[in-house]
């Protein structure tokens, strides 16, 4: 059994200060392996750019111990650039937009065994025509609206209907949904049929639907961010984790998963980059002409 995921790898750079700069692999979907790899055997499927960053992207996985079938492509690997916590693909320090567009997957990239588990974090073409293929359980972690956008709230529930035993949508998703549909969070539960539906609210806390219960969970001293970078990745790793080594769902399990998640949030957002509270990003030490063109790190 692993637990696996696939999709254009993407690297991220975190600026500090102007002037201290590290460097780490991105995505969220590949953020939720390396959590889990503490616990399980992972691997995953992607595609990057022939490049420093494409490299960083793939080492950074491989460090944690996770399987990488990487494909590398004659094109500059996607990348994020944040900035004292500013998100941006665009270069602070050369102007210049780095990182293909579109995905460059192909179904010849992916082979999934009869018990892997998968987790995706989008719901592109793509990624929806291979959960058309394979029918492994799965979980979602959505924390963006910009795949959901076309659809209407009869397509969208086509989509998710009993395909995803979690859920986890961003707060910026669920109240999209709630105003453009008129929905609630019982609505999303009911018509999206996942085993556990979590709505994640920052530094307050989240919701959470199982079994038709429903549970909020305020936290009452949020804890003081380094960087706010994977806070949600963490967050539903350990929800996956618990699900799986519990194998039911019942009051112990949400709660098993609640504390577990707080907590590893909480290492997260106290640590630099999405990952520094597995495994600490590479710092730049030198560069040629920009960070986004040559660079060296330690």
């Not at 079938?69 to 650039?81: A, C, G, L, N, S």
């Not at 556990?196 to 806390?205: E, H, N, V, W």
């Not at 949400?254 to 997260?268: E, F, G, H, Q």
Request: proline share 1%.
């Amino acid at each position: 059994m692993r637990i696996i995921s696939f999709g254009d790898l993407y690297c991220d750079y975190y600026i500090k200060n102007g002037k201290d700069i590290y460097v780490s692999g991105g995505k969220s979907d590949a953020n939720i392996l390396v959590n889990l790899s503490r616990y399980f055997k992972c691997a995953y499927f992607g595609v990057c750019g022939n490049d420093s960053e494409g490299n960083i992207a793939v080492s950074s996985l491989k460090d944690v111990g996770i399987e990488t079938y990487i494909r590398k492509v004659q094109d500059e690997t996607k990348t994020f650039f944040i900035n004292d916590g500013v998100t941006s693909k665009i270069c602070p320090y050369c102007k210049k937009r780095y990182g293909y567009s579109g995905t460059k997957m192909e179904f010849s990239d992916i082979e999934i065994d009869k018990d892997d588990y998968i987790v995706v974090d989008n719901l592109r073409k793509f990624t929806l025509d291979v959960l058309k293929r394979y029918d492994n359980e799965a979980f979602l972690d959505l924390g963006t609206n910009h795949d959901i956008l076309d659809y209407g709230y009869k397509e969208l529930t086509d989509l998710l209907k009993e395909r995803f035993s979690i859920i986890s949508l961003n707060e910026r998703v669920y109240y999209y949904l709630k105003d453009k549909f008129l929905v609630d969070s019982y609505d999303l539960y009911d018509n999206f049929s996942p085993k556990i539906l979590i709505i994640t609210r920052g530094k307050r806390g989240c919701d959470v639907i199982y079994n038709d219960k429903f549970l909020k969970k305020t936290i009452e001293e949020p804890t003081r961010e380094v960087s706010e970078s994977g806070a949600g990745d963490a967050f539903i790793s350990e929800f996956i984790r618990t699900y799986i080594e519990e194998k039911k769902i019942d009051d112990k399990m949400i709660s098993k998963s609640i504390i577990r998640a707080l907590t590893n949030s909480s290492k997260c957002v106290k640590s630099m980059g999405a990952r520094g509270h597995i495994i600490k990003p590479y710092k730049v030490t030198s560069y040629e002409k920009c960070i986004c063109r040559s660079i060296d790190v330690k």
